[in-house]
């Protein structure tokens, strides 16, 4: 056991331990190659979540935002997509006729 600690102290003395000076440095480099992984696995990121938006059709479809139930809908119907805009305007006219508020 004597042997065994003696060969550990002996191993101490070797280490050769950073100056201030080496480990301010180090803290330094070590800082700035975060701030660049960070930003590039930031864009990475951007370039995955915009690439898998595409590819499930969760982006705008001519136009007009749709939900997932509605896409889906729409990709097996293979009907073009129609304007809803009359449709809601002759909704809210039948209502203002209903209500007596035509205008």
């Known amino acids: 056991m004597k042997k065994f600690v003696s060969n550990i102290k002996q191993e101490y003395r070797k280490i050769s331990w950073p100056t201030n000076k080496e480990m301010k440095l180090?803290?330094?480099?070590v800082f700035v190659f975060?701030?660049?992984?960070?930003?590039?696995?930031?864009?990475v990121d951007a370039?995955?979540?915009?690439?898998?938006?595409?590819?499930?059709?969760?982006?705008?479809v001519e136009g007009e935002e749709y939900d997932d139930y509605e896409l889906e809908d729409l990709l097996?119907?293979?009907?073009?997509?129609?304007?809803?805009?009359e449709v809601e305007d002759d909704a809210e006219d039948d209502a203002d006729v209903e209500n007596g508020t035509e205008g």
């Open 47 to 60: 370039i995955i979540s915009t690439g898998v938006a595409t590819v499930t059709n969760e982006a705008i």
């Open 76 to 85: 097996e119907s293979d009907t073009e997509v129609e304007d809803d805009t």
């Open 26 to 29: 180090n803290i330094v480099q």
């Open 34 to 43: 975060m701030i660049i992984l960070s930003l590039f696995f930031a864009g």
